[in-house]
């Protein structure tokens, strides 16, 4: 079985500055994609960003990117030049690379950006 | 074109009565799942329908709770006698359900459900 720890219940920047998020997962599968969602409040689950874990290149999508490290099965996530509108709960999921497809999800991690 | 869609939004519900709770999956995704996100257990897996394949039903709690898929399209999440821990937001998701894993899911706004 796989399991998804995020250790940070809250975190919070200040607007324009650069947080990490972090996710530590178990697994003793070699073939696996890894994700970062967001869920504002409004309860909608979004895609941030997505990993093959096949792929040693950490992922980018404009001002999000990971740190992907396969070795010590961590997978945090960075958010540059914060905005008001990241305010929200952040999961981090796992899911076996087979046609298999279900989501491990961590705890989550709420992030708060101030103004 | 369209998300996932879900409905109701919010059901409130007394101890022991049947709800269904609808999830319409995004146009041409063969893969749908269910989830139950509530405080104490975080976000769970429930159900999984690929295809024609057999659903994959092994994060269903109890056998009070039931899905189907029909025409590979609209699913129905059933909870029967529904209990004051079946509280929760019933997330579902869908997508292209890619051979060797990796699709993305797409989410729908969930429903909340409340049992009084």
């Known amino acids: 079985a796989q399991t998804v720890t995020q250790s940070q219940p809250e975190m919070s920047v200040q607007e324009a500055e650069t947080v990490t998020l972090s996710c530590t997962y178990d697994?003793?599968?070699?073939?696996?994609?890894l994700f970062w969602y967001k869920q504002p409040p409004s309860r909608q689950m979004i895609l941030v960003i997505r990993?093959?874990?096949?792929?040693?290149q950490n992922a980018t999508e404009n001002r999000f990117s990971v740190n992907f490290q396969k070795a010590a099965k961590s997978f945090s996530l960075k958010i540059s030049d914060s905005q008001l509108g990241d305010t929200a709960m952040y999961f981090c999921a796992f899911q076996v690379g087979t046609s298999y497809g279900k989501l491990t999800f961590g705890q989550g991690t709420i992030l708060t950006v101030h103004p | 074109g369209a998300g996932v869609s879900q409905s109701p939004s919010n059901k409130v519900t007394e101890k022991g009565k049947d709800v269904e709770l609808r999830c319409d999956p995004i146009s041409g995704h063969t893969a749908l799942y269910w989830y139950r996100q509530s405080l104490g257990q975080g976000l769970e897996f429930l159900i999984y329908?690929?295809?024609?394949?057999?659903?994959?039903k092994s994060g269903l709690p109890s056998d009070r709770f039931s899905a189907e898929r029909t025409g590979g399209s609209v699913s129905t999440l059933t909870i029967q006698r529904t209990q004051q821990e079946d509280s929760a937001v019933y997330l579902c998701?869908?997508?292209?359900?890619?051979?060797?894993?990796?699709?993305?899911?797409?989410f729908g706004p969930g429903t909340r459900l409340t049992v009084l």
């Open positions: 697994t003793s599968e070699n073939n696996y994609y």
């Open positions: 329908f690929q295809g024609n394949s057999a659903p994959d």
């Open positions: 998701a869908s997508s292209r359900g890619v051979a060797g894993g990796g699709g993305t899911q797409y």
């Open positions: 990993q093959e874990a096949y792929k040693q």
